[in-house]
């Protein structure tokens, strides 16, 4: 099946220094791909970059492909169109991405008008509807409102409503609750698992919180230093990582009914990336390393359908899983 998105070797240099190291990742329409890793892995910037929202100094190169279509190089006209249309965005901090002089109304009708061929009363019904489906109540009244006579969950679903509005095939919820208490969280992952499965939209969920992911993503790709190091669906990566970086976040996970936590418990930091180790990036802090480790850095190669990790136990990882004794 041809993937609704597809990015291949993805890189990005900030003034020299390179934050994404060649990224390779794909989504089928309808699917939910979660993206976990520790803070810096360049989650944000891999859909930043492929969406076109990087500064103009970052020096970009790769493909990202939406329906076969290239987007790397294509004119700002073509991005515009892209994001908010068919593609729709959400980010961590909700309040800073709306006006606060401009009702809902206002800023909900401005994105339907630049997105959808709606004329007249049809604009107001349709902005209506969309506050309705994210769960504010009265919404004919609300619609009136401004910003700040939200809290902080309902300005989080408002912007779900906006990043509805272009009837997108692929939303990115880039951190979507962290800045939400816990309660709250649980409900607005829970409205985006709602949507998505109704609209049949594919989803990326960029969070640092493996739990999360697990419960809302049918595959989760994990990044470390500006590459993806291993991809698999979910229940298979929870059940057996193979990644060394993948196994050590599972196993940093609290029980499932206990208390969240970040993610913190393998020793050690990301390097920087103006100082990248030589070899596998996460060799200086793998409690596997051998000495092939710091001589190469892996590729993603794949182990078993749908399955790929970047590591030099790949090749022995995909013949335990085929039953294949070792030579
Ligand atoms: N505009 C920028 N200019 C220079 N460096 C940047 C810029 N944006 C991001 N970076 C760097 O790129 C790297 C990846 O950042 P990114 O925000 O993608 O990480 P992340 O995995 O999303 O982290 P977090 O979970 O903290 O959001 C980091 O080292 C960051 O400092």
Not at 154 to 168: F, H, K, S, T
Not at 258 to 263: D, I
């Amino acid at each position: 099946m041809k993937p609704l998105v597809s990015i291949e070797d993805l890189r990005v240099a900030f003034n020299g220094v390179p934050v994404l190291r060649g990224v390779d990742i794909a989504l089928q329409k309808g699917e939910a791909v979660g993206l976990v890793g520790e803070s810096g892995s360049g989650k944000s910037v891999t859909w930043l970059a492929a969406l076109g929202l990087l500064p103009r100094h970052a020096h970009v190169s790769g493909s990202v492909r939406l329906d076969g279509r290239q987007l790397l190089g294509a004119p700002d006209s073509e991005f515009d169109q892209v994001r908010g249309g068919r593609v729709g965005m959400i980010f961590q901090d909700p309040a800073s991405a709306l006006n606060p002089v401009l009702t809902i109304r206002k800023q909900l009708c401005e994105a339907l008008a630049l997105h959808r061929d709606l004329q007249g009363n049809a604009v107001k019904a349709e902005a209506r509807r969309l506050l309705d489906l994210v769960g504010i109540p009265d919404a004919g009244r609300r619609l009136e409102a401004y910003p700040h006579e939200f809290s902080g969950g309902q300005v989080q679903r408002i912007m779900i409503a906006m990043a509805l509005a272009g009837n997108p095939d692929l939303l990115i919820a880039d951190e979507p609750t962290t800045a939400l208490d816990a309660t709250i969280q649980a409900q607005i992952l829970e409205l985006l698992s709602t949507v998505r499965r109704e609209l049949g939209m594919a989803m990326v969920l960029i969070s640092h919180d493996l739990g999360v992911v697990a419960e809302n993503c049918d595959r989760v790709a994990v990044m470390y230093a500006g590459r993806i190091v291993e991809q698999a669906p979910s229940n298979q990566l929870f059940a057996d990582p193979v990644h060394p970086y993948a196994q050590g976040l599972i196993g940093a996970l609290p029980p499932l009914d206990g208390p969240r936590r970040r993610l913190t418990a393998i020793p050690g930091t990301v390097p920087d990336p103006a100082h990248m180790p030589g070899g596998c990036a996460f060799a200086p802090r793998c409690a596997l390393v051998t000495d092939a480790c710091g001589l190469v850095a892996p590729t993603l190669a794949p182990i078993a359908d749908d399955r790929s990790v970047a590591c030099v136990r790949a090749e022995a990882s995909r013949r335990a899983l085929l039953g294949i004794a070792a030579e």
